[in-house]
């Protein structure tokens, strides 16, 4: 099931995965994904073959910050869905609130359409995922890590662990002590402990975190290999370019909420929406202002001033209005310019933090 760490505790979490499935998955449908690609089903197939990743009102607590803040989720079968936000946004409280390791205060869900928790050993035996970043016995080799956790899993899992150091490019260094692996490899690894399920589902963590631009191209693509086979890969990401590079559809969060989902390319075309550069003298004053106003779908500061994205549907009589409110509230506006946005910028004004834990 996860991969936790070095902990005679964490290969006994593993075995919470029982036999996994006798043969890889194949979808009958076909779609082009972000490179190009062939795809197992069309995103939004759902209602025909069931949803990978489902949830509804899914909630998580502590004390009283909402990490997982009524999310509704759907994972379409034979994708790579990104789950993309700031650090802090709550993307792996989700991910260890679907595979079980941690109780949600509210809400349904279900994994390849077996609903969790309530069948969770059944759904995890069809699933395999990285929390947090891969950690294994440095003192052993790759080969023996992969024995211990398939020792675990009982069933056919000793038999994969050659084809999956071959299906990661790690078969020439399995023999290799991982303290010698560079954390593109110790990721990599990762996605072989998963693989030793044949698993339908990936659920990964910041699989690209940490790691070059050459290890990211090498998970790039190892991830939409994954997908041509007709598994589902799921990853959470605080890269944005990266997720837009390898996934067909994100679900964009923000403390713990999720505040838009579609595919990459409705997110781009919805990217294109009213967004004004305001030069202004107290450019925090001015922030404060115009989300009082109710106005913007979010604001960002910039050196001088503050750059706004409206809502849907807005037009330039708002900009009328927002130079309005800024006057009311006292503050100096030397000029404003309408900009074209990207799904970046779009992104970096909707969400409204980068900094803490993820």
Known sequence: MTVLGPSAQAVASTSAAAVAPEHSPRAEGAATGPSGRTR???????????????????????????????????VSRGSAFGYLGPNGAGKTTLIRTLLGLTKADGGTMSLLDIPVPHERREALARVGAIVDEPRFHPHLTGRENLRLLAEARGGEANERIGPSLARVGLAERGDDKVSSYSMGMRQRLGVAACLLADPELLILDEPMNGLDPAGMHDMREMIESLVEEGRTVMLSSHLLDEVERTCDAVAIVDQGHVIRQGTIEELVHGAGTLVVRVECGDPSAAQQAIDR?????????????????????????????????????????????????SLEDWFLTVTSRLGGEG
């Open 40 to 74: 197992g089903v069309t995103f939004g197939d759902g209602e025909r073959d069931g949803w990978a990743v489902e949830t509804h009102g899914l909630t998580k607590r502590f004390d009283t910050t909402v990490a997982v803040d009524d999310v509704e989720l759907l």
């Open 293 to 341: 106003s109710g106005l913007a779908a979010g604001t960002s500061l910039t050196a001088s001033g503050v750059t706004v994205t409206f809502r849907t549907g807005s037009s330039r009589a708002d900009i009328d209005e927002l130079t309005k409110r800024l006057v009311e509230a006292g503050v100096a506006v030397y000029g404003l310019q309408q900009v074209q946005t």
